[in-house]
């Protein structure tokens, strides 16, 4: 089952997930310089646009309900814009709306839910200290 809840594409290909999930206010555009994130399924990528260029990813695999967040990568040029937090909360967000668990292997989104651990919840008890959480 992609993550999108489709038959392994968006509605739209490529379509941006919105409001605070895309890690920008409701109504912003990558066109105006805001980070947008949108789901390539095909490809079990969440990708992360700055001004319709392609800033960074976050891979994925998904099975039996859980999204195993695998490795998340922002280009050179645009890391001194810490732009990786926006990558991981639509990751994250896209998570919870699906009711999907997380499994962080990158170790961004492990040391993102430390920091942030109203996203603790999305991990499985059970799972937790497999990944130091």
Known sequence: MPVDGG???SDVPGE???GH??????????EAGLPEVRIDAPAGRFN????GQLAGY???????????LLETT???QHRIENLA????????ETARLKQLSVLPVS???RDFILLNPRYLDLVPVDRRDEFGL
């Open 107 to 109: 170790a961004a989104v």
């Open 74 to 76: 922002v280009s050179r």
């Open 85 to 92: 937090p926006a990558l991981i909360t639509g990751a994250l």
């Open 48 to 51: 992360l646009y700055v001004a």
């Open 7 to 9: 038959s392994g594409t």
């Open 16 to 18: 941006p997930i919105t």
């Open 21 to 30: 999930a895309a890690g920008r206010p409701a109504g912003g555009s990558a």
């Open 58 to 68: 976050l891979r994925y695999s998904l099975s039996d309900g859980s999204l195993r």
